[in-house]
Protein backbone atom coordinates (compact mmCIF):
# COMPACT_ATOMS: atom_id res chain seq x y z
CA UNK A 1 0.00 0.00 0.00
CA UNK A 2 2.89 2.32 0.76
CA UNK A 3 4.15 2.43 -2.73
CA UNK A 4 0.75 3.55 -3.69
CA UNK A 5 0.78 6.38 -1.82
CA UNK A 6 4.25 7.50 -2.94
CA UNK A 7 2.50 7.51 -6.87
CA UNK A 8 -0.31 10.00 -5.91
CA UNK A 9 1.73 13.43 -5.97
CA UNK A 10 3.13 11.94 -9.02
CA UNK A 11 0.43 11.03 -11.09
CA UNK A 12 -1.72 14.05 -9.58
CA UNK A 13 1.29 16.29 -11.58
CA UNK A 14 1.24 14.64 -14.44
CA UNK A 15 -2.71 15.30 -14.52
CA UNK A 16 -2.45 19.03 -13.83
CA UNK A 17 0.26 19.24 -16.78
CA UNK A 18 -1.58 17.66 -18.99
CA UNK A 19 -4.40 19.73 -18.55
CA UNK A 20 -2.84 23.06 -19.29
CA UNK A 21 -3.63 24.77 -22.26
CA UNK A 22 -0.18 25.43 -24.30
CA UNK A 23 -2.20 28.20 -25.86
CA UNK A 24 -3.04 30.02 -22.95
CA UNK A 25 -1.09 33.65 -22.16
CA UNK A 26 -3.48 34.80 -19.59
CA UNK A 27 -6.48 34.08 -17.65
CA UNK A 28 -7.81 35.72 -14.50
CA UNK A 29 -11.72 35.52 -13.06
CA UNK A 30 -12.72 38.40 -10.24
CA UNK A 31 -15.44 37.60 -8.38
CA UNK A 32 -18.24 39.59 -7.89
CA UNK A 33 -19.31 40.90 -4.12
CA UNK A 34 -22.90 39.60 -2.99
CA UNK A 35 -22.95 37.98 -6.84
CA UNK A 36 -24.18 40.67 -8.09
CA UNK A 37 -22.65 43.05 -11.14
CA UNK A 38 -22.89 46.88 -9.97
CA UNK A 39 -22.72 49.19 -12.60
CA UNK A 40 -19.81 51.26 -10.93
CA UNK A 41 -18.06 47.81 -10.48
CA UNK A 42 -15.92 47.58 -13.34
CA UNK A 43 -13.03 44.60 -13.13
CA UNK A 44 -9.34 45.42 -14.78
CA UNK A 45 -7.52 42.73 -16.20
CA UNK A 46 -3.64 43.58 -16.57
CA UNK A 47 -1.96 40.80 -19.01
CA UNK A 48 1.94 41.11 -21.08
CA UNK A 49 2.41 40.28 -24.66
CA UNK A 50 5.96 39.38 -25.43
CA UNK A 51 5.69 38.37 -29.10
CA UNK A 52 4.03 41.33 -31.23
CA UNK A 53 4.16 38.85 -34.41
CA UNK A 54 1.68 36.33 -32.80
CA UNK A 55 -2.11 36.81 -33.61
CA UNK A 56 -4.07 36.26 -30.14
CA UNK A 57 -8.05 35.51 -29.06
CA UNK A 58 -9.68 37.31 -26.40
CA UNK A 59 -12.18 35.61 -24.12
CA UNK A 60 -14.82 37.30 -22.14
CA UNK A 61 -15.49 34.71 -19.09
CA UNK A 62 -19.03 34.82 -17.03
CA UNK A 63 -20.20 33.16 -14.41
CA UNK A 64 -23.82 33.39 -13.06
CA UNK A 65 -26.51 31.57 -11.42
CA UNK A 66 -30.02 30.32 -12.90
CA UNK A 67 -31.34 33.20 -10.93
CA UNK A 68 -29.68 35.70 -13.31
CA UNK A 69 -33.24 37.84 -14.79
CA UNK A 70 -32.18 38.01 -18.20
CA UNK A 71 -31.15 36.23 -21.22
CA UNK A 72 -28.39 37.92 -22.22
CA UNK A 73 -25.79 40.30 -20.98
CA UNK A 74 -24.52 43.58 -22.36
CA UNK A 75 -20.43 44.36 -21.51
CA UNK A 76 -18.70 47.24 -22.86
CA UNK A 77 -14.53 46.84 -22.59
CA UNK A 78 -11.84 49.09 -23.11
CA UNK A 79 -8.78 47.81 -24.17
CA UNK A 80 -5.50 50.10 -23.25
CA UNK A 81 -2.18 49.94 -24.31
CA UNK A 82 1.68 49.71 -22.85
CA UNK A 83 1.53 53.44 -23.20
CA UNK A 84 -1.70 54.55 -21.65
CA UNK A 85 -3.56 55.18 -24.88
CA UNK A 86 -7.04 53.46 -25.21
CA UNK A 87 -7.04 50.85 -28.38
CA UNK A 88 -10.47 49.56 -28.76
CA UNK A 89 -13.84 50.12 -27.10
CA UNK A 90 -16.89 47.96 -28.07
CA UNK A 91 -19.96 46.78 -26.81
CA UNK A 92 -20.77 43.42 -26.93
CA UNK A 93 -23.72 41.00 -26.46
CA UNK A 94 -23.39 37.85 -24.64
CA UNK A 95 -26.39 35.04 -24.75
CA UNK A 96 -26.75 33.69 -21.56
CA UNK A 97 -29.73 31.87 -22.34
CA UNK A 98 -32.16 30.87 -25.43
CA UNK A 99 -34.30 33.82 -26.42
CA UNK A 100 -37.01 31.38 -26.99
CA UNK A 101 -36.55 28.68 -24.32
CA UNK A 102 -34.85 30.04 -22.00
CA UNK A 103 -32.51 27.11 -21.10
CA UNK A 104 -29.26 27.92 -19.87
CA UNK A 105 -25.81 28.03 -22.29
CA UNK A 106 -22.61 27.44 -21.46
CA UNK A 107 -21.52 24.54 -18.95
CA UNK A 108 -22.21 24.39 -15.34
CA UNK A 109 -23.65 22.28 -12.85
CA UNK A 110 -26.75 22.62 -10.55
CA UNK A 111 -27.42 26.32 -11.19
CA UNK A 112 -24.34 27.60 -11.64
CA UNK A 113 -23.07 27.98 -15.16
CA UNK A 114 -19.79 29.01 -17.04
CA UNK A 115 -19.66 31.55 -19.96
CA UNK A 116 -16.69 31.79 -22.23
CA UNK A 117 -17.15 33.94 -25.20
CA UNK A 118 -15.16 34.96 -28.36
CA UNK A 119 -14.91 38.94 -27.97
CA UNK A 120 -11.66 39.97 -29.91
CA UNK A 121 -10.48 37.55 -31.84
CA UNK A 122 -7.25 37.29 -33.75
CA UNK A 123 -6.55 40.50 -31.89
CA UNK A 124 -2.47 41.57 -33.19
CA UNK A 125 -0.63 44.06 -30.40
CA UNK A 126 1.84 45.83 -31.82
CA UNK A 127 3.87 46.96 -29.08
CA UNK A 128 5.67 44.96 -26.32
CA UNK A 129 4.32 45.22 -23.08
CA UNK A 130 1.61 45.07 -20.56
CA UNK A 131 -1.99 45.57 -21.50
CA UNK A 132 -4.85 46.19 -19.45
CA UNK A 133 -9.00 45.55 -20.41
CA UNK A 134 -11.76 46.80 -18.11
CA UNK A 135 -15.13 45.39 -18.39
CA UNK A 136 -18.13 46.82 -17.26
CA UNK A 137 -21.87 46.04 -17.06
CA UNK A 138 -23.77 48.05 -19.62
CA UNK A 139 -27.31 46.81 -19.03
CA UNK A 140 -30.49 49.35 -17.94
CA UNK A 141 -30.12 48.23 -13.92
CA UNK A 142 -27.76 49.35 -11.44
CA UNK A 143 -27.36 45.76 -9.89
CA UNK A 144 -27.61 42.75 -11.91
CA UNK A 145 -27.57 39.89 -9.61
CA UNK A 146 -27.23 36.49 -10.43
CA UNK A 147 -23.53 37.30 -12.18
CA UNK A 148 -21.07 36.13 -9.89
CA UNK A 149 -18.14 36.20 -11.78
CA UNK A 150 -16.13 38.13 -14.50
CA UNK A 151 -12.84 37.43 -16.20
CA UNK A 152 -10.49 37.70 -19.38
CA UNK A 153 -8.74 34.53 -21.31
CA UNK A 154 -5.87 35.48 -23.65
CA UNK A 155 -4.48 32.81 -26.01
CA UNK A 156 -2.49 32.44 -28.74
CA UNK A 157 -4.97 32.14 -32.23
CA UNK A 158 -4.88 29.20 -34.34
CA UNK A 159 -2.30 29.90 -37.44
Known amino acids: MRPLFRLLPALSLLLALAACDPAQVYEKNTDLDEN ?3 VQVKPA ?22 MYGYYNLYV ?4 TGPDGK ?3 KLLHQMLLM ?8 GSGTGDIYDHQFLALPRQQ ?6 YKI ?9 QLPGIMAVGVRVAKAAP
Not at 125 to 130: C, M, V, Y
Open 45 to 66: FEFTITDTTQRYDVYFNIRNAS
Open 76 to 79: KHTL
Open 134 to 142: MLEQYMRQD
Open 98 to 105: DPQTGEPS
Open 36 to 38: VWA
Open 125 to 130: FRQPGT
Open 86 to 88: PLS
